[in-house]
């Protein structure tokens, strides 16, 4: 007997290895989610996902500059690390010369998750949980992704849903006016919240993430901020996703963020600010 349990669990073992032998990480680079040409967007992904979660990284630069390269190979192991999907979308650009506006950014980067939406089973992904992150200008179109309540899709849209599927929210250094903020509302999804200290840009105060994260609180919704007094603008990259010089409690606190909004995994505490002293 004890023979052949010690076979069956190498059947096993060597089933399962052969299994991962077949998973393999890939991209599709520059898929076309809109009728102009900046409306495309990358998609890293496991072939062995299945109802794998999604995440959204949408880079900043003023509205006027930036590329959808800004999702690194840090932020691709830490969110693949967890499961997710990864899409990184261009949009239209604030060009001098040209009518764009960030509206129109935000309204482009809004017809990317939609079509993220309608194909996710080509990639295993799970259409209903959805997280939207970004920086600067990017996280100011995150969040306008996950609190907007209503999309006036143009007619050359490939989809119009009526909402977008967005469980969580992250924020670095985001760009936050006060409709913004007032568009969050009971029930919308989670907020995890980064601002830079003495150094943060004039444009991004850090203020606005204590603005933010009072209005979670007033609706009841699971926030939390991180507040790095020694950096300026956008220091996600330095104290989350550079895993040389990550600050361990943020990266936890991120951790169980993602784990309550995807997979529903423990309540971590929220309302609360994580200030990183020296980085």
């Known amino acids: 007997m004890k023979m052949l349990k010690t076979k069956t669990v190498v059947a096993v073992g060597l089933l399962i290895f052969a299994t991962n032998l077949y998973a393999e ?21 496991d072939t062995d996902y299945k109802n794998a979660p999604i995440v959204f990284t949408i880079h900043g630069g003023a509205f006027k500059n930036g590329s959808k390269a800004y999702c690194n190979k840090d932020m ?18 604030k060009k001098e010369g040209t009518p764009i506006t960030k509206d129109d950014c935000t309204l482009d980067i809004a017809m990317a998750v939609a079509y993220i939406q309608a194909n996710a089973n080509k990639y295993g992904g799970d259409p209903s949980k959805i997280v939207s992150t970004g920086a600067s200008a990017g996280g100011y179109i995150s969040a306008q992704i996950a609190y907007n309540k209503k999309w006036n899709w143009p007619a050359d849209a490939k989809y119009k849903p009526e909402k977008l599927n967005i469980v969580g929210w992250f924020g670095n250094s985001p ?21 830079g200290g ?10 606005q993430g204590h603005d933010m994260q009072a209005t979670f609180n007033d609706k009841k919704i699971w926030s939390k901020m991180v507040y790095i007094d020694s950096l300026g603008h956008v220091p996600g990259k330095r104290v989350l996703f550079g895993p040389r010089s990550r600050d361990k409690e943020t990266y936890e606190a991120f951790n169980q963020f ?14 609360d600010v994580i200030e990183v002293k020296k980085k």
């Open 25 to 45: 990480i890939k991209v599709d680079k520059d898929v076309s989610y809109g009728t102009h040409e900046r409306n495309v967007l990358d998609v890293y992904w």
């Open 76 to 93: 691709q192991n830490l969110y693949m690390a967890k499961g997710c999907i990864v899409v990184s979308p261009n949009y239209r650009l």
């Open 175 to 195: 760009y936050l006016p006060p409709h913004v903020i007032k568009n969050v509302g009971a029930k919308d999804a989670p907020g995890f919240i980064m601002y």
């Open 198 to 207: 003495k150094r943060e840009h004039p444009a991004t105060p850090a203020q």
């Open 258 to 271: 993602l784990d309550m909004v995807f997979y529903g995994k423990g309540e971590p505490k929220g309302g």
